[in-house]
């Protein structure tokens, strides 16, 4: 219906009657879980569009007007709006080659919508890839295979398992070589000693060292060539230190001492081999006394006094190199020192 009023110049056109149509449309509650947020969802009548700052949505009118609450299968989830799988995160491996066994620790498998990890499974392999010996050894995150050849190269996989025994993860493979057991070196000579290796933790891989110097006297060790550690003797002149946390392999290890005055004993060298998770014990090592002299020269008939320290109460035997050789013998007091009168004549 149409009314046209004219008045005072001015047309006033008045529509009435007329609807104009326009899609119907309603707001969704906001839905979230762990995974995602749907924030101001639109929904429209099925064959419609939706859209929001987040999404669109064709045709549908379902299970973005529900509640947030979800349909199963055995093969997966619906929560509202998506389709959502189990998932089970991959063990990490760590292997760790000790004495004819190797050490394995793995991150745990961790299910979500529906999977849990119930137990774990060790394959084991000679040659990369497979195939593998499988063994169960329960819910744990670590285990020691043992009775392993050394030398030989071992490859593992971690199987994770639900509460069926199905396999639901595997992880990728690590490899380790186990160790021969400690052997006894040769011991150098001059110095004393002997060794033996003692198994121990991994992170115990080392070197002891034990026997007499000086008394109150600075024992130093060197690991090839380098200062390793320092140590002080008792007052009877018995030391004993140890080199831990170091790498399995071929070292030349050496000792010397210092006397009051500030002297250096000759060095005392071991060739050792350490292995890994072991301790290798050197004992029964003597540092050479030292020795010092009251003059730089001489002639011949003058008197020349020799002297040094030792281990206290102890036997000094001094050799003179000459066109006749000249042995002459005394005995330390209870510092260690010793004192010689030398007659060039």
């Known amino acids: 219906m149409q009314r046209i009023i004219f008045g005072c110049g001015t047309l006033l ?9 326009a899609p119907r449309i309603a707001s969704a509650q906001d839905i979230s879980s762990s995974n995602y947020q749907v924030l101001a969802p639109v929904i429209t009548s099925g064959g419609g569009y939706a859209t929001s700052s987040s999404f669109s949505v064709l045709g549908v009118i379902s299970e973005f007007s529900h509640n947030l609450s979800s349909s199963d299968s055995d093969a997966f989830n619906l929560v509202p709006g998506f389709v959502a799988y189990p998932f089970v995160s991959t063990p990490v491996v760590t292997a760790t080659g000790v004495t004819t066994a190797v050490n394995l620790s793995w991150t745990a498998a961790v299910g979500v919508l529906g999977y849990s990890t119930a137990s774990y499974s060790i394959g084991q392999s000679t040659a990369s890839g497979g195939p593998y010996t499988f063994t169960a050894v329960g819910n744990v995150l670590s285990s020691t295979v043992s009775s392993l050849t050394a030398g030989t190269p071992y490859y593992f996989i971690i199987r994770a398992h639900d509460s069926y025994s199905t396999t639901i993860a595997t992880s990728t493979e690590a490899t380790a070589t186990p160790t021969a057991a400690a052997t006894t070196p040769p011991s150098s ?3 004393g000693g002997g060794s033996s290796a003692i198994p121990v933790s991994d992170t115990g891989t080392g070197a002891s060292f034990s026997g007499s110097a000086y008394p109150n006297s600075t024992v130093t060790v060197l690991k090839d060539a380098q200062v390793a550690a320092t140590s002080i003797s008792g007052s009877d002149a018995s030391f ?9 392999g071929n070292f030349i290890f050496s000792l010397y001492s210092e006397d009051n005055n500030g002297n250096r004993s000759s060095l005392v060298s071991f060739p050792l081999s350490l292995t890994q998770g072991a301790i290798t014990n050197v004992t029964g090592i003597f ?5 010092s002299t ?3 020269e001489v002639r011949r008939g003058d008197t020349i006094t020799l002297f040094g320290q030792s281990v206290p109460k102890s036997d000094i035997i001094i050799t003179v190199h000459s066109d006749q050789s000249y042995f002459g013998t005394t005995i330390s007091d209870k510092s260690g020192v010793y004192l010689y009168n030398f007659d060039s004549s």
Not at 13 to 21: D, K, N, T, Y
Not at 240 to 248: D, P
């Open 13 to 21: 056109v008045l529509l009435a009657g007329m609807e104009l149509a």
């Open 294 to 296: 009251d003059k730089s």
């Open 189 to 191: 000579s001059g110095g």
């Open 240 to 248: 004993q230190m140890t080199l831990s946390n170091l790498a399995a």
């Open 287 to 291: 540092i050479a006394p030292t020795i």
